[in-house]
């Protein structure tokens, strides 16, 4: 174990829960008692040109509050939680050399629990298996790549869903490059040891349910006015489209309509007219995942939630206080 640790704040909330807002009282004054920098965990803040939907943080907080991993991948890039950990583990350490705390926050579950609790050592992703795989995908079909995985790893198999070609053609390439199927590695969170270098103060922000589905719809509401269909737009015109990664998520996906191709050519996508039709499909898909998020997050180990309704900045300031002071 390392001599001194880094100590680092996880600080995470499901969507629309007030994160921002906490962050910016409590680290970006020029006379806050912890000089900070934040590494978001956020998988789709990492998009460029996606910053009205992804509720990417204003130009002027970035300026007073420095961010890590925002606006480092075009959206038709992969970004997975390995890239987080990497990237995480690096812009933390940076951070700590300067004399500043990091502060992990955002409301990707999946990212910040690797981030806590480790990857299994799995074989690094290759170039070629990987465009092996994808060719075979886009020739051969999901259908023909989930036989094959079936055979050499029946429990990914029955794991990963037909349409999660991400997840499907991974699992091949692991096997096809180490001869050992992925189920076969340790499972996320074996190995903690593995993240020693750190000692964690982990806080959760706790809101009423009901309250975040207001604020879900309120800040939807805000987002189409504030110019989220024009963002869309630009981003299509540029070659974007709902098949590429940046693009699934939430607040972007909605807005696309097939056109029907005929003839078995390739799907076409126009944007949808209906914007009315769309914002109410980006607030119910935003509720639904904010339910998904406060369910993943208990599995997120030594959590203290912070009631909302409460002081959060307050009492948050004497958690880090009484951390710092160890």
């Known amino acids: 174990m390392p001599a001194v640790r880094i100590p680092v704040l996880l600080l995470f909330g499901p969507t629309a829960s007030g994160k921002t807002g906490v962050l910016e009282a409590l680290f970006s004054g020029p006379n806050s008692p912890f000089p900070a920098e934040v590494v978001s965990a956020d998988s789709m803040q990492v998009y460029r040109g996606m910053d009205i939907g992804t509720a990417k943080p204003q130009a002027d907080l ?5 961010h890590h991993l925002i606006d480092i991948r075009n959206p038709n890039e992969q970004f997975n939680a390995g890239d987080f950990v990497r990237l995480a583990d690096h812009a933390c350490e940076d951070i700590a050399r300067q004399g500043k705390l990091p502060v992990v926050s955002g409301g990707t579950g999946f990212y910040l629990r690797n981030f806590v609790l480790g990857l299994p050592d799995t074989p690094p992703s290759d170039p070629l298996f990987r465009e092996t795989l994808q060719a075979e995908f886009q ?3 999901a259908q023909a ?3 094959e995985l079936a055979v050499c790893d029946p429990v990914s198999a029955a794991r990963i869903h037909l349409n999660d070609g991400y997840r499907l ?3 091949l390439e692991v096997f096809r490059s180490s001869g050992r199927p992925l189920s076969s590695y340790p499972p996320i969170g074996a190995a903690p040891e593995s993240r020693a270098q750190y000692r964690f103060l982990i806080l959760g922000i706790e809101r009423n349910r009901e309250d975040v589905y207001r604020r879900i719809n309120e800040r939807c509401a805000l987002m189409f006015r504030g110019g989220l269909p024009e963002e869309v737009a630009r981003l299509h015109a540029a070659g974007y ?10 607040g972007y996906r909605e807005f696309f309509v097939e056109e029907s191709s005929g003839g078995g050519l390739k799907a076409q996508w126009r944007i949808s007219v209906d914007m009315e039709g769309v914002q109410t499909l980006v607030a119910r898909n935003s509720r639904r995942y904010a339910k998904r998020q406060i369910t993943f997050f208990a599995s997120i180990p030594q959590v203290k939630w912070i009631a909302a309704s409460g002081d959060p900045v307050g009492e948050i300031r004497r958690e880090l206080e009484g951390f710092l002071a160890i």
Do not use: E, F, H, N
């Open 62 to 66: 970035l300026a007073r509050l420095p």
């Open 139 to 141: 020739s051969l079909g």
């Open 145 to 147: 790549l989930m036989a």
């Open 169 to 171: 053609q991974r699992a």
């Open 241 to 250: 489209g709902p098949g590429d990664p940046g693009m699934k998520a939430i």
